[in-house]
């Protein structure tokens, strides 16, 4: 009876040693995809930072062709009114 207690004993307490080890497996396993998917998180916010910054110039350098654009286009109306006050063809 005591050797069927015993060996009863070492079963649970080896089924509770193997419960554990997986508990931690699992739970380990758990905080590496966490942290990979927080990692993941991190380079894209600096990916999205990065992106919106050249968005944000390139923009700015479209503000600016325009402005220049709209210069040429005056000026060049400036110079055809002249060449025709002048007595020129357009």
């Given at each position: ?26 739970g380990k396993r758990?905080?590496?995809a966490l942290m ?55």
């Amino acid at each position: 009876m005591d050797a069927t207690v015993t060996l009863f004993g070492s079963v649970l307490a080896t089924l509770g040693v193997l419960g554990a080890a997986v508990v931690a497996y699992l739970g380990k396993r758990g905080e590496n995809a966490l942290m990979g998917f927080s990692n993941l998180t991190e380079k894209l916010q600096i990916e999205r930072d990065r992106l919106e910054r050249q968005v944000a110039e390139r923009d700015a350098k479209l503000a600016e062709l325009n402005a220049l654009h709209a210069h040429d286009q005056s000026e060049i109306a400036r110079l055809l009114m002249d060449n025709q006050r002048l007595g020129g063809t357009p």
